[in-house]
Antibody
Framework: EVQLVESGGGLVQPGGSLRLSCAVSGFTVSSNYMSWVRQAPGKGLEWVSVIYSGGSTYYADSVKDRFTISRDNSKNTLYLQMNSLRAEDTAVYYC??????????????????WGQGTMVTVSS | DIQMTQSPSSLSASIGDRVTITCRASQSISNYLNWYHQKPGKAPKLLIYAASTLQSGVPSRFSGSGSGTDFTLTISSLQPEDFATYYCQQSYSTPHSFGQGTKLEIK
């Protein structure tokens, strides 16, 4: 069964750190593009970061230099290391597979599989 | 970065109604446009990719159209399970930004 299960969320003080995990089953993390997407309480979706199958990584400006995406191929797990956390980082964090659909001579990325989300609260 | 704007922000409709949600990109994104819906407390679900291609398992009452900067999602006959928040997302360039969402409520 294809499944993504996030863990590691919780309450952390401003300036603190947290590492989120996303355990993947049913496909290989290292062969896919994987992203983190977050949703602040009552707000919309915000893309946070992606790691490509080749290892390249990209970040939203709002988290650049504070967050690091990585993966452990042996554990088939995706991570998000979050440092220097701010109140505005409070959100549900989802991991998602960034699938590339082929059609009409092009590849079209879309998040086709999502985890259930893990809540991160940054507060003193 | 590309900005995505949805309209309306909220919408009330009845079972069986035909509903259209609009999404506009701040620059041309060809047909690199996805639609998701999300129910309270749940993860988003992919409905449509490449502007008009239905994801496997999604009912045919959902359809998408558009290219360039203007896109629409249409639900031909609303069912009870369709009441949710809908998001568009561009996948033309990183960051793959989302619209602000359209909340579809029961009238």
């Amino acid at each position: 069964e294809v499944q993504l299960v996030e863990s590691g969320g919780g309450l952390v003080q401003p300036g603190g750190s947290l590492r989120l995990s996303c355990a993947v089953s049913g496909f290989t993390v290292s062969s896919n593009y994987m992203s983190w997407v977050r949703q602040a309480p009552g707000k919309g979706l915000e893309w946070v970061s992606v790691i490509y199958s080749g290892g390249s990584t990209y970040y939203a400006d709002s988290v650049k230099d504070r967050f690091t995406i990585s993966r452990d191929n042996s554990k088939n797990t995706l991570y998000l290391q979050m440092n220097s956390l701010r109140a505005e980082d409070t959100a549900v964090y989802y991991c998602a597979r960034d699938n590339y659909y082929y059609g009409s001579g092009s590849y079209y990325p879309a998040f086709d599989i999502w985890g259930q989300g893990t809540m991160v609260t940054v507060s003193s | 970065d590309i900005q995505m704007t949805q309209s309306p922000s909220s919408l009330s409709a009845s079972i069986g109604d035909r509903v259209t949600i609009t999404c506009r990109a701040s620059q041309s994104i060809s047909n690199y446009l996805n639609w998701y819906h999300q129910k309270p407390g749940k993860a988003p679900k992919l409905l449509i990719y490449a502007a008009s291609t239905l994801q496997s398992g999604v009912p045919s009452r959902f359809s998408g159209s558009g290219s360039g900067t203007d896109f629409t999602l249409t639900i031909s006959s609303l069912q009870p399970e369709d009441f949710a928040t809908y998001y568009c997302q561009q996948s033309y360039s990183t960051p793959h930004s989302f619209g602000q969402g359209t909340k579809l409520e029961i009238k």
